[in-house]
């Protein structure tokens, strides 16, 4: 169990949600392990993947804490609760985070021109408070997207699709929307020096060198400079331990290899010190982190992406990235960011009678609502549909609670502003594949 977990203890009164974890920002990372010996913390504190070699220094590990059950709350309240306890400097966006993100329609294959329409489309929808929606840029406008990949890791310029970064921010200004846009931090590009390069695999950076860290702030900031007010960085667990969470499990990395810089750090302060950096050069535009750790982006990022990529293409995986992600990363929630369960993918791969559900749920949970929007899907109900799920996502409402979660992965019934609502995210022909 990462990073925390909690108890349900039935007594004569009712039960009780006894919380256990350590408090964000720590040096190691931590998972618990429940057994019929008792229970146990586990903090790894491996530099890449052998262990860390501390000299003379003293390792504060992490901080263990924990929080007693309260009469008549429930489950989700109790784990929302301890997530705020677990954070005590959340950094929040002022305002209710909604808009647009173009690759569940374009999938990539995007340019300035399909990035305008969007923007003008989501403008369109969108309520005219002062609260204005994001459109975001997501892969594909970087060079090296073709198939030679010669520019992989270049992000001083646009490829041949977006010849103006700077001047397409401003038009997605004039058109009433806030820009935004992806960047993936720790590629290497093709000519980059050698010692800068990960020893784990020297696709990517180390960014453990001072170098890398330079070139990451710089590339950051150029966004910031350019004039993108939210900048999504990508792909840094992944390009750092070469596994993705699910092939994780108790062990991150493969064994035998450390950072460019030695073994004289832990993998998460090494991480710690990249998040500080990305949100340094940042400035003050939004930071969504999207595959990157959850208890160490606290503090550090607005947004965070809690889950693995919905569809637009295959309603199945939405079900399972998208309503299972909200009901139970839910609870991290304004705790210790903003929490983004990801889009709506809006095309015509997607039944929209599923779809439709899973705006609504987003739109009245109180997180974060990105639509991407497919111009040849957007007829007349799914147009009244996401005029209804904007104007609710750009206010503030209290955060969604799941009502079956404890019995089901994709919890039907939740609270929603007040009321309780029911989804139906199977259907009548049963859920299909997992």
């Known amino acids: 169990m990462p990073w925390y977990f909690a108890t349900n203890i039935v007594t004569k009164r009712g039960s009780l949600t006894h919380s256990y974890g350590v408090r964000t920002g720590a040096r190691a990372f931590c998972f618990w392990q429940v057994d019929e ?10 530099s890449g993947g052998v262990g860390v070699q501390l000299g003379e220094r003293v390792l504060d590990v992490c901080e263990v804490i924990c929080r007693a059950g309260r009469a008549g709350e429930s489950a989700f309240a109790a784990v929302h609760a301890f997530c705020r306890q677990m954070c005590s400097n959340p950094r929040l966006p002022p305002q209710p985070v909604y808009g647009s993100n173009d ?54 310029r646009g490829n041949e699709k977006f010849p103006d970064m700077p001047g397409l921010a401003a038009e997605i200004r004039r058109a009433g929307a806030r820009p935004g846009i992806w960047i993936r931090p720790l590629q290497a590009t093709k000519d980059a020096h050698d010692s800068w390069r990960l020893p784990r695999d020297r696709a990517f950076l180390d960014p453990t060198v001072p170098e890398v860290r330079q070139k ?84 550090h ?17 939405t079900r399972k990235m998208g309503v299972n992600t909200l009901a139970f990363r839910g609870t991290q929630h304004g705790a210790f960011y903003v929490a983004d369960a990801d889009c709506v993918g809006v095309t015509n791969a997607v039944p929209w009678v599923y779809n439709r559900q ?54 039907a019934r939740w609270r929603l502003m007040g009321r309780e609502r029911t989804y139906d995210w199977v259907g009548g022909n049963g859920a299909g594949l997992p």
Not at 37 to 46: E, T
């Open 358 to 411: 899973w705006l609504d749920l987003l739109a009245r949970s109180g997180t974060m609502l990105f639509v991407s929007l497919a111009p040849d899907a957007l007829g007349a109900a799914e147009r009244r549909d996401l005029k209804e799920a904007l104007a609710l996502a750009s206010s503030t409402h209290p955060l969604a609670e799941p009502l079956d979660w404890q019995r089901t992965v994709y919890p």
């Open 301 to 317: 990022f607005e947004i965070c992406r809690v889950g693995d990529d919905t569809s637009g293409t295959d309603w199945s995986r």
């Open 103 to 156: 690759w569940y329609w374009v999938y990539g294959k995007n340019s300035a021109e399909t990035v305008l329409a969007d923007a003008q489309h989501i403008v369109e929808l969108s309520p005219t408070s002062a609260n204005r929606p994001f459109a975001v840029i997501d892969d594909g406008w970087q060079p090296g997207r073709g198939k030679d990949k010669a520019g992989v890791g270049t992000w001083d």
């Open 216 to 299: 990451v702030a710089d590339d950051i900031a150029r966004l910031r400079q350019w004039g993108f007010e939210l900048i999504k960085h990508d792909y840094t667990t992944f390009d750092i331990f070469g596994r993705w969470g699910f092939q994780m499990g108790a062990v991150l990395t493969r064994d035998g290899w450390t950072f460019a810089s030695g073994s004289g750090r832990t993998t998460a302060e090494v991480i710690n010190e990249l998040y500080l950096t990305i949100r340094t050069a940042a400035g003050e535009s939004l930071v969504i982190g999207c595959n990157t750790v959850s208890h160490l982006s606290a503090g």
């Open 37 to 46: 010996q008792g229970i146990s913390l586990w903090a790894d504190v491996r």
